[in-house]
């Protein structure tokens, strides 16, 4: 299966972008070899609609399912349109995100999907700076990675949230 998984690099090693119309590349992954494609995202700079363009790129591009961290409205109707599931993630590579595709334990994305949390601007967790353990490292890290998830995500729903305003 070919699927689309948004990301914040050029491969398949890259971090996952927790965002669908305006993240910076979609990396196509076959799921039975793991041969990838990055491809740039055309629709990044749009000045408005950058989710439906999105949509319509990957689906262009042949993927049969979209990983990705949200998707807004608009663009997830077009995808509904010609049945692509939608998957969400966040927080980790494009090779965990197709991992977790693979395993089975990703939720199925709806309109306005977040992929942790509720729609709306959420306070991050604290994270400790630092810690005296290997193991509280770790534990330290772990919430670092989930605090930029969160901003990530807060400033992808800032930035949808402008380019509705903008279309209206």
């Known amino acids: 299966m070919r699927i689309a998984v948004t990301a914040d690099g050029a491969g398949i090693d890259a971090p996952a972008s927790p965002v669908f119309g305006r993240c910076e590349y979609y990396i196509f992954v076959d799921t039975d070899t793991l041969q990838w494609e990055a491809i740039e995202n055309p629709a990044r700079g749009a000045p408005g609609g950058a989710g439906p363009q999105a949509a319509q790129f990957v689906i262009e591009h042949g993927a049969q399912a979209v990983v990705t961290g949200q998707v807004g409205p608009n663009a997830i109707n077009v995808l509904k349109a010609t049945n692509m ?33 509720k729609a709306g601007v959420a306070t991050p967790p604290a994270a400790p700076l630092s810690t005296a353990s290997t193991t509280g490292q770790e ?10 998830a969160t901003l990530r995500r807060q ?14």
Do not use: H, I, N
């Open 139 to 148: 534990e330290t890290l772990a919430r670092l990675k989930e605090t930029v």
């Open 155 to 168: 400033l992808a729903e800032v930035t949808e949230q402008l380019d509705r305003l903008q279309e209206e």
């Open 85 to 117: 599931p939608v998957y969400l993630f966040s927080g980790g590579t494009v090779r965990e995100a197709v991992a977790a595709f693979q395993a089975g334990s990703l939720s199925r994305g709806q309109a306005g999907a977040r992929g942790r949390g």
